[in-house]
């Protein structure tokens, strides 16, 4: 079985988290998970993120506020120009 770095298991760690990665891959990944502690709080980290965005995204599907802020802001522009 080969031996993954930490750089390569940075590289490989989105596909982890998918599911995409090949069985011998993820068992290679897993292995260095287990052994190296730098790769286990990245890997935390990435999960943290990819959970925060999928939740941002979320809010992003609200948009009457958005429209009204956005409006706001180009009337707010216009009196800039016009000054
Ligand atoms: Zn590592």
Redesign the pocket.
């Known amino acids: 079985m080969k031996v ?3 750089k390569e ?2 590289e490989l760690v989105t596909d982890y988290l998918e599911g995409k990665l090949p069985p011998d891959d993820n068992s290679c990944f897993e292995k ?2 287990a ?6 709080a ?1 890997l935390e980290q990435m999960r943290t993120t990819i959970q925060l965005t999928g939740m941002l995204s979320e809010d992003a599907i609200a948009p009457p506020a958005r429209d009204e802020l956005l409006n706001i802001f180009r009337d707010w522009n216009k009196g800039q120009d016009e000054k």
């Open positions: 993954l770095t930490c298991l940075v260095h998970i052994g190296c502690r730098n790769c286990t990245y």
